[in-house]
């Protein structure tokens, strides 16, 4: 690219956006949708991430022992328990400590449990921790079978939801960047392939006085790219007023599920959103130059 | 130079327009190419600026094998020529001055040769004066002299000039091509495709004639003659 041709390529390729204003407005709006859209949907999978990852820290598996089990016998399960596949880490709870919680569960009616120090009629018990989620059911299923476990909690059931949700959010979420980017690459094709036909007999001379096509397509590219790229920005702003509204009206209220915070993933978000803005323009400038270059 | 060896050109539809043309011209010279409707004159002259590429046969021009080149390579040659066309090809929404400046920019000259050039080459052919209008401010005369300035800017090695006379009446005509005729007296190789007889016996020129797609006479000093062949 030639360095003194530069001003002239983004003046034309300014110009060119208002030739046009209609059809520019509506490929600005239909790439913002695009991005507002696939990104909220992103929003979601991350937070569902977020969810299923603090489930699985809070170790929700929770393995009782026999009730004739002494504290020893009990303690003794943990090799048998840290044999199994796929437990990161485990925690044993006594019957003693597991009281103890009960009572500060209580709080000022606490002396309800008084006196079951001498008969406790809890069980010792473990907490577990998993380390692949996709495998918790064929865990629970080896801890089940170890002798001495009398029995199992756990939030299979929530999980396994979870999991599914995000799988298909997850799937959604890139056929609707495909659906939608392709009607993007296509509006901005018609935006840019109006104006190049409105200079079609501009180009002809272009190329009979020795223009390269890099030097007709230039302007047309910039065109491209500066409609890409304020839809980039105007799409990453309504996504974080979009969710600053959502938790400020209730979102955050919400115990059982973590929401992703947008500070942490904001310049994640704003990177790629600029850069599908910037694959939207060129390849709908590319696709909409080609046939008039042939001179 | 240009040189055509033995050149055939088919059309999609069956149009065999050239059949068989030997050409050569030489740095320098000036050259009319002559003939009637259909005789493929413009053919001819396309096949020059490389719009279209001969059946079979070779087309030199400037140095370059028209048929080898790669379309990467078409704008390397058209910068060695200076192409004007009957009907002025100017960008109305650009001035007299921005339309024969931005053939200089296309080549990538920097805006201070640009100033100098233009205004050197809008005063030879007669129309700075006129440099801030826009192309529809001005007459078929004008216009055609503000497409030849565009040609000549970039100080090509040719002009290929196809019916540059043809919307024009028989002064501005005349002053046309006189205003070649000093252009080709700088030195610049001059090619005019036209089929008006009365200009082209007012020059002492070489003549080629095109008759079916051959050509059937080539003299220096000729007139335009395909008439009573």
């Known amino acids: 690219m030639n360095r003194h041709n530069i001003a002239y390529y983004l003046r034309e390729g300014f110009k060119g956006i208002f030739t046009h204003g209609f059809m520019s407005f509506a490929s600005v709006s239909v790439m913002i949708t695009c991005l507002v859209l696939t990104g909220t949907i992103l929003l979601v999978v991350l937070s569902i991430n977020v969810t299923i990852d603090d489930m699985s820290e809070m170790g929700d598996i929770r393995a009782y022992v026999d009730e004739s089990y002494s504290e020893e016998q009990a303690r003794a399960l943990e090799d048998r328990l840290y044999a199994v596949n796929n437990v990161a880490r485990l925690e044993f709870i006594s019957n003693t400590q597991a009281l103890e919680e009960l009572k500060s569960e209580f709080e000022y009616d606490s002396w309800l449990l008084d006196g079951l120090e001498y008969d406790n009629p809890l069980r010792h018990s473990y907490h577990i921790w998993v380390l692949d989620l996709d495998q918790y059911n064929d865990t629970i299923e080896e801890i089940e079978k170890i002798p001495g476990i009398a029995t199992i909690i756990s939030s299979t059931a929530s999980v396994a939801t979870l999991t599914r949700i995000r799988d298909v959010l997850g799937t959604a979420s890139v056929v609707f960047m495909i659906l939608l980017g392709a009607v993007a690459i296509f509006i901005i094709a018609n935006t840019i392939k109006l104006t190049t036909f409105d200079r079609r007999e501009e180009i002809a001379i272009m190329k009979m006085i020795g223009a390269t096509n890099g030097f007709i397509q230039a302007p047309f590219m910039i065109e491209s790219l500066l409609l890409s790229l304020f839809s980039a920005a105007a799409a990453f702003g309504l996504e974080w007023v979009i969710y600053y509204f959502l938790m400020q009206n209730g979102l955050s209220a919400i115990e059982q599920i973590s929401i992703v915070s947008f500070a942490d993933v904001q310049y994640y978000f704003l990177g790629g959103f600029v850069a599908f803005a910037f694959l939207f323009g060129v390849l709908g400038s590319s696709f909409s130059t080609r046939k008039f270059l042939k001179v | ?229």
């Open chain 2, 1 to 229: 130079m240009i040189q055509l060896t033995d050149v055939y050109h088919d059309y999609s539809a069956g149009i065999h327009a050239l059949k068989g043309v030997d050409l050569r011209v030489d740095d320098g010279e000036f050259v009319f190419i002559v003939g009637p409707s259909g005789s493929g004159k413009s053919t001819l002259s396309k096949l020059l600026t490389a719009e279209l590429h001969p059946s079979s046969g070779k087309v030199i021009v400037n140095g370059m094998n028209t048929s080898k080149l790669r379309p990467r390579d078409v704008p390397k040659l058209r910068r060695t020529l200076g192409v004007v066309f009957q009907d002025f090809r100017l960008i109305e929404r650009m001035t007299v001055y921005e339309n024969v400046a931005f053939a200089m920019r296309i080549a990538g000259k920097s805006p201070k040769e640009i100033k100098r050039r233009v205004s050197y080459v809008l005063d030879l052919v007669g129309i700075l004066h006129k440099a801030r209008r826009k192309p529809t401010e001005l007459s078929g005369g004008e216009q055609q002299r503000v497409s030849i300035a565009r040609a000549l800017v970039n100080n090509p090695q040719t002009i290929i000039a196809d019916e540059p006379t043809g919307n024009l009446d028989p002064d501005r005509s005349l002053e046309i091509m006189m205003l070649l005729e000093r252009i080709n007296d700088l030195g610049t190789t001059v090619i005019v495709v036209t089929h008006e007889k009365e200009l082209v016996d007012q020059f002492d020129k070489r003549v080629v004639a095109i008759d079916g797609g051959l050509i059937i006479s080539d003299q220096q000093g000729g007139y335009f003659q395909y008439e009573q062949t």
